[in-house]
Structures are given as structure tokens and as C-alpha cells.
């Protein structure tokens, strides 16, 4: 069975992929596999911070009630 991808998993590769790409240690070959996985790993972390949000504000919505 796959693994689930942790947050903490997809934000350090999201750092490894930018130091990549800022220390210009990738080929030109594989710059756009990164720039696509990058993006991938944005559009994961933003969608589980904003789920996070929900459930801490409705959390929160449960202990001022």
C-alpha cells in the first residue's frame, strides 16, 4: 500500500526541489519534472493548511458555544 504524503514530507521536498533549482544543481533535462512536482507540492501543502484552518476554526466554534 502507498503511503500518505505527511505536510512535514511534501514541504521539506518542496525546499530540497527550490535549493535544487536556486543552486542550479538541476539539469535543464529535468527542470521541468521539478517545476511540476514543485507545483503539485504547493497545491498539496496550501490545500491541507486550509483544512487544517477548517477544523481548527470549527474547533473553535465547538468551545465558545
Request: aromatic letters at 6%; charged letters at 30%; proline letters at 0%.
Amino acid at each position: 500500500m502507498k503511503k500518505q504524503l505527511t505536510y512535514e514530507e511534501a514541504f521539506n521536498e518542496l525546499k530540497m526541489i527550490t535549493s535544487d533549482i536556486n543552486d542550479e544543481t538541476v539539469s535543464v533535462d529535468l527542470l521541468t519534472q521539478k517545476i511540476e512536482r514543485a507545483s503539485f507540492l504547493i497545491n498539496y501543502c496550501t490545500s491541507k493548511l486550509k483544512a487544517t484552518e477548517i477544523e481548527m476554526n470549527k474547533i473553535i466554534e465547538q468551545i465558545q458555544d
